[in-house]
């Protein structure tokens, strides 16, 4: 059986083909989506294979939890176990060595399981054929090199999860695939995926008579991505209107700044470098410098406190929450109790725009990157991925295309839907 697998930096979905139609399978309780996040009780657990794929019926796997499971989890005790979140974000970072490779393919690999299993629970066979969706760069700045070391690690994720045959395709050309299935007519589409990590816009001549054509790489007006998406928008609101509260802005008592550095790192979850830098000896050594020798060292025990109890990605979570209630109020807290103190910090929805003001300006560039490609314009903008709804960015997309209509896709299942109907055109 064939399926067409979102592994995205947020969230994993699967789709396969019944009764004619896509659809999308139960993989966390009742819910299609399950969030990218693992936990593992011990940080040294070793996943048990047999004949290079993974033993799922071992009690080393069944110790692992998965999505919301692995959240809470995590934040009932930060200080034990591994917790990975948005494992995808890693698989372009340059200089990865081989024992690091192997340790995230490992991570995937379980993830993919987790998710095949479940999938496969509500079916009567097993999923052994899959397209899964890429980005048009992975997170990294090695550029062809990354993007070729990512999908190889997915590859042999894949495998080890027991997917026998598997293919990729780009995100936003699965999302137009979707919005291709209800065409009466031929159209010009852009394609605009802000996903949890990734950027990425596709200019594409789509229409009923190309919906069976096996290569479609002659309809790609126009292709444009990078690193950019949810978790840096998440990262610029942390910045900008919560790490004031742990010393962000702050100077020493000799009148030389706290270098932005320490508050940068603390903040960059989906940076592995940053993430060792901001828990290694040295920072805490500075850190513990700054509290003595700051103008405001309550400020600066903060950060030291949030490195101790190693509480990044909780904070980030309260952020991300902040975020998302910014899309339906003008103001939301971001609450600190995990560090032990009953301190809320307000964010508010203008401040959340002069933050992300870079990140925008940015997909402007990629926008009108894509559409110089395509030497022409296009008949609709398609809008998919979690961040393309959030009010900031929707604001800023209706500025720059004018009267252009802008569509909207179902955001979190739009790539999935258009990656199971590419299996089917590639596996049948």
Sequence with gaps: ???????GTSNCSIGVWQNGAVRLLPVEGRNSLIASTLYAPKP????????DVLDMSTQSFDALKFGNDALQAYLRDPTQGYFVKSPKSFLGAKGLNERIKDRFISVVAAMMGNVKRNAESH??????????????NFQGTGGAAENQQALQMLVAAAHEAGFADVAFLFEPMAAAMEYEASLE???KILVVDIGGGTTDCSF???GPSRREVKNRDADILGHAGERQGGNDYDQALALHSVMPTFGFGDHLKSGLPIPNTYFVDAVSTNDVNAQ????????GERLDVFVREGVHPRRIARLARLREVRSTYRLLNEVERAKVNLSEHETAAVGLGFLNEAVEVVCDRKGFGRS??????????LISETLKQGQTRPDVVYLTGGMAGAPVVRQHLEKVFGRLPLTDSDHFGSVTTGLTIWARNQFT
Aim: aromatic share 10%; charged share 30%; net charge negative.
């Design 1 to 7: 059986m064939f399926a067409g697998f979102d592994y």
């Design 44 to 51: 040294d657990l070793e996943l048990n294979h047999r004949d």
């Design 123 to 136: 079916l009567d066979q097993a999923i052994d054929q899959v397209i899964i969706g890429r980005p048009v």
């Design 185 to 187: 007519s031929e159209e």
């Design 204 to 206: 594409v001549l789509i």
């Design 276 to 283: 060792q830098r901001y828990f290694s000896r040295t920072t």
């Design 356 to 365: 992300t003001t870079r990140l925008l300006d940015r997909l402007s560039d």
